[in-house]
């Protein structure tokens, strides 16, 4: 017994794409797999990492971190009694 691919109702996605949804649930747009390990189309043909694209990744995880931390402070702050 085969695997079969599941139907797709537009018809239009290969089994190596990555289909991009959006908020109401209708699709935006195809990535192909390769795009998505690269980071995204290079328009000179070269490939270049995702991980190329920072240049200092810890900075970018402490901020993460510190957004995480402001954003469960303000979910276990009070409410305001209304105006």
Known sequence: ????????PQGDVTPHQVVVIGPDGSMIGTITGGEVATGGPSPDGESSAVTDLVSEPAKVMRIGSMIKQLLEEVKSAPLDEAA
Request: aromatic share 0%; hydrophobic share 10%.
């Open 1 to 8: 017994m085969e695997s079969q691919p599941q139907d797709d």
